[in-house]
């Protein structure tokens, strides 16, 4: 079965991506992955908290 993982960081700018391209972990995110460089946020913020039950 294929995963999609999904995540998001709160008060991340697109100005950051490049300093996030030099730690290890992030860099191989970006490369194998997706992201959005430009959005319209919502304010107040709408992020919900997760439960995770097993």
């Known amino acids: 079965m294929s995963k999609l993982?999904?995540?998001m960081i709160d008060a991340l700018?697109?100005?950051?991506l490049e300093?996030?391209?030099?730690?290890p972990n992030f860099n191989s995110i970006i490369e194998?992955?997706?992201y959005v460089k430009h959005l319209l946020p919502v304010h107040p913020?709408?992020?919900y908290c997760c439960?995770?039950?097993?």
């Open 45 to 47: 913020a709408l992020t």
């Open 32 to 34: 194998r992955g997706s």
């Open 51 to 54: 439960i995770h039950r097993s």
């Open 19 to 23: 300093y996030m391209r030099t730690l």
């Open 5 to 7: 993982l999904v995540f």
């Open 13 to 16: 700018c697109t100005s950051d």
